[in-house]
C-alpha cells in the first residue's frame, strides 16, 4: 500500500465527514472485502448501531448516528473495515470488543490471561438474536469466541426504542483447564468518527458535586474514574457527555449522554484514535481488580447507559429522564412525599421530647414525613457525634427510652409518616460491632487504620455481613411496621482495600458492590414500597446502578441555593427532577423565598428549625408546600426545558412541562448581584403548543409582597415561544416561579 495514497486517502475522508458521524465511503471492490459479511443493525427510533464482521469474523462498528430510512442500505457501508485495512494496521481500531494481546494496537475492552499463562486473545464472531421483550424493548446478543482458546464473550444491547437508549453489557465465561485471569472486562465498546469530539465531564468532592468541565479531545486516552472503592460519584461521576464536531447546545448538535451503571470504581476510556476516530471503552475500574474465573462460571459486567441525539442536549437529556422514569428509578412514574428532616437542626443532639416537638412542627409546616436523621442508635457507644456508634443499631436508651416505635405512633397521632437514617455499611472503631467481628472490617492487617469521618466500611463481599445489613432493615420494619421512609447513608471511602474474607484480594472492589446489590435486592424483596433516598455524605453516590432501588438521592451537602442551581442544573442532564432530594436549609445568605424555590425544582424537603420561624416566614413556608402539590406533578413527570444557563447569564431559567403541553412552571433564579443585572429580555419558552393559548401567573409570594408581572395575563404559545416572556428578575425579585396554564 502507498503510504501517501493512504494519508491522502485519509485526509479526503475527514473533509467528506465533516458533517457528522457519516461513515467515509471508498469502494467496496477491494479484494478480500466482501459486502455480503454479517451485518448486525441494532436500532433506536432514530438512532442505530451497526456491527459487521469482517472476512477473518472479527466484529467492528462500521456506524453509529442518525438510523437510515432503509435499513439495507447498511449494507452499503463496508468502508470503515475496508479503511481500517488500508491505514489502521491492525484491522480492528473500530472493534465492537476489542481483544487484548494478539493483533490490538490500542486500548483493549478485554483483556486476561488464559488457565496455561497464555496472555493472547482474539475474538470472532459466531451468532448474534434479537428478542424482542416487548413493543418497545428489544435485546440482542453477538456472541464471539476465541478460535484458539475454549473462551467466549457474549456482548448484550439491549434497546429502549422510543427513548432512544441503549444499555450494554457483557458476559465473558470459558471452559479452559484451570481459572482464567481477567485483567480488563468493559461493559462496552464503542466507536464514533467526527471530526472533533467534545468531552463534558464532571469532578468535584464533598459539598461541591458535579463540577463542569468541557474540552476538546485530543489524540491519545482519557480517562474517567473512581478508585474510591464506594462513593464512586465524589471525585468524578459515572456521567458524562460527548458532543459531536462542536459542543453541543440544548437545542443544536450530535451528542451522547452516557453513564456507567455501578455504584463502585468504574472506568471510562476515551481514545482519539490514530485515525481521529473515537473508541469509548466503559465499565467497572480494572483498577487492582484482576478477576480470576472458574470455568464454565460468567462474569457478567454492569451495563454502559447512553443516549445519543442529533437535536442537543435538551433532546438527549429528556430521554433519559423518560428512560429513567418508565424503568428504571424506583416508582419513577409516581408521587414523593415532602418532608422536615432534624439533621441541621439538632445534628446528634436530641431526645424523645425534642423530637416529639419536631413532629408536630412537621404538621404545622404541613409536609409529608419527619425524617430522624443520624445520631438514634448505640448504647455502650453511644452515637453523640461522628465518633462512636456506627454499627451498633439499637436505639440509643438515655435519648429514646420508648424506641422508635413511639416516635413513630406520634408521627400518625400528628398525621404525619415517619422515616429514619441509616448507614449500614459502615462502623466505627467505636463501636461494639467492631469488637465483636473485627474480621468484618475492610483493613489491612499489617497497617495502621485509616479513617473517613471516624469510620471504617464493613466487607459486604462478605455474606454474613451481608446478612447483617439485611437484619438491620428487618429488625427496624418488624418492630415499626408504620416507617414510611429510609435514608441510606454512606459516608467512608475504602481506604486499605483489604479483607478478611476473601481468598483472592483483588476481588474486594468488585464483590463489595455485588454484595451491596444482593443487599439492596433483598431488602427491595422484602419491602418493595418503602421511598428511599440514596444518600452518601452528600451525592457521593449516584449512579443508575442504584437507583434501581432507590426512589430519590440526596443531590449534596451543600443547600447554599446559589450553588445548587449549578449542581440541580448540570445533575438535570442526567436525571430527572423527581429524583433530586432538595432540602431548605440554612446554607448560604439568600432569603428564605430564594432558598425554597430552588427546593422546588426537585421533591422539596425542609432542614429547619421551623419554631424559630417568624410569622412571616412560617406563613410563606406552608403555602410552599401548598403551592409545590400544585406543580410538583410537572417537575416530577414533565419535560425538562433549560432556557437560561447559569453559567452564561445573571439568571437561571428551567421549566418544566407536561407530556400534553396545558401545563407549565418556570423557575428563574438571579445568580448574578452585579449592577443592573437580572432579566432584561424577555426569556423565549420552549415545550408549549403554540397554538394554545396559556396564563401565566407568578406564585410562592413572600406575605406582604407583590408580583411585579401583570396578573393571569394570557398569551398564545408562539408568542410565548417566539418573543417570550420577562420574569422581572432583579435584585429585589431574586427568585421567580411562573405557573403556566392552558386556556381553553
Ligand atoms: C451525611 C448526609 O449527607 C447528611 O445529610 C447527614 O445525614 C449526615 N451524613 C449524618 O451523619
Same mark, same amino acid.
Given at each position: ?182 485483567? &480488563? ?41 473512581? &478508585? ?65 474465573? &472458574? ?140 469488637? &465483636? ?308
Amino acid at each position: 500500500m502507498d503510504i501517501f495514497v493512504t494519508i491522502a486517502t485519509k485526509r479526503k475522508c475527514i473533509i467528506e465527514r465533516t458533517l457528522g458521524l457519516i461513515v467515509f465511503f471508498i469502494s467496496s471492490t477491494t479484494p478480500g472485502f466482501s459486502q455480503k459479511q454479517t451485518l448486525i443493525n441494532i436500532e433506536t427510533a432514530h438512532n442505530a448501531i451497526v456491527l459487521q464482521a469482517d472476512t477473518g469474523n472479527r466484529l467492528g462498528v462500521i456506524y453509529f448516528g442518525e438510523k437510515l430510512k432503509k435499513a439495507a442500505e447498511y449494507q452499503s457501508i463496508p468502508a470503515m473495515t475496508k479503511r481500517q485495512a488500508d491505514v489502521d494496521y491492525s484491522g480492528i481500531f473500530h472493534s465492537a470488543y476489542t481483544p487484548a494481546g494478539s493483533r490490538n494496537l490500542v486500548e483493549p475492552a478485554i483483556q486476561v490471561t488464559h488457565a496455561d499463562g497464555n496472555t493472547s486473545l482474539d475474538l470472532q464472531y459466531v451468532s448474534h438474536s434479537t428478542k424482542k421483550i416487548d413493543d418497545n424493548v428489544s435485546l440482542t446478543t453477538v456472541l464471539l469466541k476465541d478460535p484458539a482458546y475454549p473462551f467466549e464473550v457474549t456482548l448484550y444491547y439491549k434497546v429502549y426504542q422510543k427513548e432512544d437508549v441503549m444499555e450494554q453489557w457483557s458476559v465473558i465465561r470459558h471452559k479452559e483447564n484451570g481459572n482464567v485471569m481477567l485483567q &480488563k472486562f468493559a461493559s462496552a465498546n464503542l466507536f464514533f468518527s467526527a471530526n472533533q469530539y467534545w468531552l463534558r465531564q464532571y469532578h468535584g468532592d464533598w459539598a461541591r458535586e458535579m463540577q463542569p468541565e468541557e474540552t476538546r479531545l485530543t489524540p491519545g486516552i482519557k480517562v474517567l474514574d473512581s &478508585k474510591l472503592g464506594t462513593r464512586e460519584n465524589l471525585y468524578q461521576p459515572p456521567s458524562f457527555m460527548v458532543s459531536f464536531n462542536s459542543p453541543a447546545t440544548e437545542d443544536e448538535g450530535k451528542v451522547l449522554l452516557g453513564s456507567v451503571e455501578w455504584s463502585g470504581n468504574f472506568r471510562v476510556d476515551l481514545e482519539v484514535d490514530p485515525l481521529n476516530d473515537l473508541r469509548l471503552i466503559a465499565g467497572m475500574n480494572n483498577f487492582a481488580s484482576e478477576y480470576s474465573l &472458574k470455568p464454565s462460571e460468567e462474569f457478567t459486567t454492569p451495563a454502559f447507559l447512553y443516549t445519543y441525539s442529533v437535536k442537543g442536549k435538551g433532546e438527549a437529556s429528556r430521554n433519559l429522564h423518560d428512560w429513567a422514569r418508565e424503568y428504571r428509578i424506583l416508582n419513577g412514574k409516581g408521587s414523593r412525599e415532602t418532608l422536615l428532616n432534624n439533621w441541621e437542626s439538632t445534628y446528634f443532639d436530641f431526645n424523645e421530647s425534642i423530637l416529639s416537638e419536631l413532629v408536630k412542627d412537621a404538621k404545622k409546616l404541613g409536609v409529608d414525613v419527619f425524617l430522624l436523621d443520624d445520631g438514634w442508635f448505640g448504647n455502650k457507644y453511644p452515637r453523640n457525634n461522628d465518633h462512636a456508634g456506627l454499627g451498633d443499631w439499637q436505639e440509643n436508651k438515655k435519648k429514646l427510652p420508648n424506641g422508635i416505635g413511639y416516635l413513630v405512633k406520634e408521627a400518625q397521632k400528628n398525621a404525619v409518616k415517619f422515616g429514619i437514617w441509616v448507614e449500614p455499611e459502615m462502623v466505627n472503631p467505636k463501636s461494639e460491632l467492631y469488637e &465483636k467481628h473485627p474480621d468484618w472490617v475492610i483493613r489491612e492487617p499489617n497497617r495502621p487504620e485509616h479513617l473517613y469521618r471516624n469510620q471504617l466500611v464493613l466487607d459486604l463481599s462478605n455474606p454474613k455481613v451481608q446478612d447483617f445489613l439485611v437484619s438491620i432493615f428487618d429488625t427496624l420494619f418488624i418492630k415499626n411496621p408504620g416507617l414510611a421512609f429510609i435514608k441510606w447513608d454512606c459516608n467512608a471511602v475504602i481506604y486499605n482495600a483489604h479483607s478478611a474474607y476473601q481468598q483472592k484480594q483483588s476481588h474486594l472492589y468488585i464483590d463489595y458492590v455485588r454484595g451491596l446489590y444482593k443487599v439492596m435486592e433483598r431488602v427491595r424483596a422484602k419491602y418493595p414500597k418503602v421511598p428511599m433516598m440514596l444518600c452518601s455524605g452528600g451525592g457521593g453516590r449516584v449512579d443508575y446502578g442504584a437507583l434501581k432501588y432507590f426512589t430519590e438521592f440526596w443531590v449534596s451537602d451543600n443547600t447554599d441555593p446559589l450553588e445548587r442551581i449549578f449542581m440541580q442544573y448540570e445533575y438535570s442532564y442526567f436525571f430527572p427532577a423527581i429524583a433530586h432530594d432538595n432540602h431548605v436549609t440554612d446554607w448560604g445568605k439568600q432569603p428564605l423565598k430564594f432558598r425554597t424555590d430552588v427546593a422546588m425544582m426537585g421533591k422539596l424537603g425542609f432542614d429547619i428549625v421551623v419554631s424559630k420561624l417568624n410569622e412571616n416566614d412560617l406563613k410563606f413556608c406552608q403555602q410552599a408546600v401548598i403551592n409545590y402539590k400544585s406543580v410538583s406533578d410537572e417537575v416530577w413527570h414533565g419535560d425538562l426545558y433549560r432556557l437560561m444557563s447559569p453559567r452564561e447569564n445573571d439568571f437561571a431559567s428551567l421549566m418544566y412541562v407536561n407530556k400534553d403541553r396545558s401545563k407549565a412552571v418556570m423557575f428563574n433564579y438571579l445568580v448574578n448581584n452585579r449592577f443592573g443585572a437580572g432579566s432584561t429580555l424577555p426569556v423565549k419558552l420552549k415545550g408549549l403548543q403554540a397554538d394554545k393559548k396559556y396564563s401565566v401567573k407568578e406564585i410562592n409570594i413572600y406575605p406582604g409582597t407583590k408580583s411585579t408581572l401583570e396578573e393571569n395575563a394570557v398569551f398564545s404559545g408562539d408568542y410565548l415561544m417566539t418573543i417570550g416572556f420577562n420574569p422581572n428578575v432583579n435584585v429585589r425579585r431574586t427568585s421567580v416561579i411562573l405557573e403556566i396554564n392552558e386556556v381553553k
